[in-house]
């Protein structure tokens, strides 16, 4: 028979004040009658591959167990849910064949649940009203769940966080985002809902080690995919202009693992300190030119030095992952390398898009403010980051800018990364 999720009453979950309260009044304890099989003990390592994905699956409850009736033999307890009436049509034919050939003998089996049996999502779902959509998802940011919950949810935050906490060994503080991104650093206010008030975290990602203070800077765990994608389209030989670098998810890997001389820039000191310390973590400080200054000057101090003694810094790969506002910072191009004879960088730059086109629409954006025409090596969905807002990074190569007409660069974007560009709903 198959596990049945009870939730408590809606009115006695709201005035729960722990999750020790809870798990007194047994709500999580209870049998479960299982369908077994004895199996000879040699066979165990054969029907355990033939079986994957239909053996029993919880947290600390071994689905191959001793048979107390004979040592020669093995208990192997098959998923929730599957029995003798439906055994022969949930198994592959040859799990089946398995059976069958070797005259396995099936019998039920009762185990005792209790807290430490429920993973994070079947204890959320068992302490909450179904009727309510309850938040199981978080992101993990070294030893920091964060989490961005819901309205219909906050009722219920510090049971939530108490939640998370027992049932991720490896989480220390549990955090939900208040209010959304409305600075030009991209941080954002958190509340602590359970654990350590600690922010100073460490990670790791593509091969390296990263340290900083979350409450302090951007991070995004779920770019890892999109981090590593770009690295892997650096060539050793290349030079690379990180214009919003932060604490060095793209700068810090594209030279360790790649090899690359990066210069990497970001207008937060607090993410310019880091990028700083996490270059030396992983050793590659020569390699990685740290600057905190505003994105636009920046990339003219590569190219147009203002002390003549200093020379040009011939950069071929540009990356700009500021989605809310980086394609307005383009506007810095047209000026620089108007000399035909300047080599033109590939440029990644990311942006968001909400039209029914987004490929379109994002390179269209490009366009009018370079004031001329692009040939995008390649526009990549990114991520969703709300419904029908689309994340994208578009790579082509700087055209040339003969007879182009670029934008004038408005003014409330010439004081910061685009600050004054940030919609308070906007999501990174």
């Not at 053996?55 to 107390?68: G, V």
């Not at 906050?154 to 991104?181: D, S, W």
């Not at 506002?325 to 898009?353: N, T, W």
Request: hydrophobic share 35%.
């Amino acid at each position: 028979m198959e596990a049945t999720f009870k939730s408590i009453p809606k009115d006695e979950a709201m005035k729960s004040e722990s999750l020790e309260e809870i798990k007194s009044k047994g709500t999580f304890n209870e049998s479960v009658e299982l369908l077994a099989l004895r199996v000879p003990n040699q066979m165990c390592g054969t029907l355990q591959k033939k079986f994957k994905g239909f053996l029993l699956d919880r947290p600390k409850i071994k689905p191959i167990n001793e048979d107390k009736n004979d040592p020669q033999r093995r208990l192997v307890l098959l998923r929730e849910g599957i029995n003798k009436d439906t055994i022969s049509t949930v198994l592959s034919k040859d799990a089946m064949d398995l059976i069958t050939s070797n005259n396995l003998e099936m019998t039920n089996h009762t185990i005792n649940l209790n807290f430490d049996n429920f993973s994070t999502d079947q204890v959320l779902k068992k302490v909450f009203p179904t009727s309510n959509e309850v938040q199981t998802s978080f992101e993990t940011i070294g030893h920091i769940a964060h989490i961005n919950l819901r309205e219909d949810n906050l009722p219920h935050k510090k049971l939530i966080g108490e939640i998370i906490l027992a049932k991720n060994p490896r989480i220390k503080t549990v955090v939900n985002k208040v209010g959304q991104i409305e600075n030009q650093f991209r941080t954002f206010q958190m509340e602590v809902l359970a654990g350590e008030d600690n922010f100073e975290t460490e990670l790791k990602e593509s091969n390296c080690l990263f340290h900083f203070n979350f409450r302090e800077v951007y991070w995004n765990s779920r770019l890892q995919t999109e981090h590593e994608r770009v690295v892997s389209l650096m060539k050793k030989e290349d030079v690379i202009c990180d214009m919003f670098a932060g604490i060095g998810p793209f700068s810090i890997p594209i030279a360790k693992n790649i090899g690359c001389t990066v210069h990497a820039n970001d207008l937060n000191p607090r993410s310019f300190f880091y990028l700083q310390k996490n270059a030396q973590i992983n050793k590659v400080q020569s390699k990685v030119k740290c600057y905190n200054m505003d994105a636009r000057k920046f990339v003219e101090s590569l190219v147009k030095p203002s002390d003549p003694s200093q020379k040009p810094v011939s950069f071929n790969q540009v990356i700009m992952n500021l989605p809310a506002s980086a394609i307005e910072f383009l506007d810095v191009f047209p000026d620089l390398f108007q000399d035909s004879s300047l080599k033109r960088p590939i440029i990644h730059c990311y942006g968001f898009s909400k039209d029914d086109d987004p490929k379109k629409d994002i390179v269209l954006q490009i366009e009018e403010i370079l004031g001329t025409q692009i040939f995008p090596i390649r526009v990549h969905e990114v991520r969703d980051v709300a419904p029908k807002k689309l994340m994208l990074c578009v790579s082509f190569e700087l055209p040339y800018f003969v007879n182009a007409k670029p934008m004038k660069r408005k003014q409330e974007s010439t004081d910061s990364n685009g600050d004054k560009k940030l919609k308070s709903k906007e999501e990174e």
